[in-house]
């Protein structure tokens, strides 16, 4: 079966300090992964997609980054931390090059929660 | 732009009743529903979908509905145990391949059901 990994769980960081959170997906082959960021009392945002190893989309121009260095590992970055960078982070992926409409249902992780400050 | 909207922020219901929650949307060219649970400081984890072709869908105690005419859709949750208790997400997929799978999710409804 398919697990997905976010890690750390939660942290702490000053403001411009850099940040680095990875993904990895365990049980599948070239998924299409996701980053998406819960600001408090807010719905889900996408930041980055991608369909494969080094490819990359943004969604909102912001301070982070991603970057896809192995097929089922995907990672967000920031070089400074601002204090709006705050929030729950969410991997996920989906079989969206598969068959069937299980290709349109995205897997979470269990999420980081970074705290800003 | 929000696309997607679920305009009830919050939602209490007893124990054994209908839980009803709805979601707008206005992109008529999402082809692809789903709903979405999530429990605080925990990943969503997918609950139930429905493609546009369909108006209807049931899995056990859940139930979503889809009328495109209106663009609203609305997940039946019968009977509301406590354990439901949750934040609620509905997401719509755009159709053709350069949707690359990706969601636009509404804001969510707290769902709160009491014993």
């Known amino acids: 079966s398919q697990t997905i990994h976010q890690w750390p769980a939660t942290l702490v960081q000053p403001v411009g300090s850099p940040l680095s959170l990875e993904c990895t997906v365990e049980g599948t082959s070239n998924p299409n992964l996701y980053w998406y960021r819960q600001a408090a009392g807010r719905g889900l945002q996408l930041l980055f997609y991608s369909v494969g190893i080094g490819q990359i989309s943004s969604e909102v121009p912001q301070n982070l980054s991603a970057s896809r260095p192995q097929d089922r590992q995907f990672i967000l970055s920031s070089k400074k931390l601002l204090l709006s960078d705050s929030g729950f982070y969410l991997c996920a992926w989906t079989k969206w090059k598969g068959q069937g409409a299980t290709k349109n249902i995205q897997y979470f992780g269990a999420g980081t929660r970074l705290s800003v400050l | 732009d929000q696309q997607v909207k679920q305009n009830s922020p919050s939602l209490s219901v007893q124990e054994g009743r209908i839980s009803i929650l709805n979601c707008d949307y206005t992109n008529s060219m999402f082809d692809y529903f789903l709903w979405y649970k999530k429990y605080p400081a925990e990943g969503p984890t997918f609950l139930i979908s429905i493609s546009s072709i369909k108006d209807k869908n049931e899995d056990g105690r859940f139930t979503v509905f889809l009328n495109k005419s209106a663009k609203h859709l609305s997940l039946h949750i019968v009977p509301s145990q406590p354990g439901d208790s949750a934040v609620y997400f509905c997401?719509?997929?755009?159709?053709?391949?350069?949707?690359?799978?990706?969601?636009?999710f509404g804001q969510g409804t707290i769902l709160t059901v009491h014993p």
């Open positions: 997401a719509a997929k755009g159709a053709g391949g350069t949707s690359y799978g990706k969601l636009t």
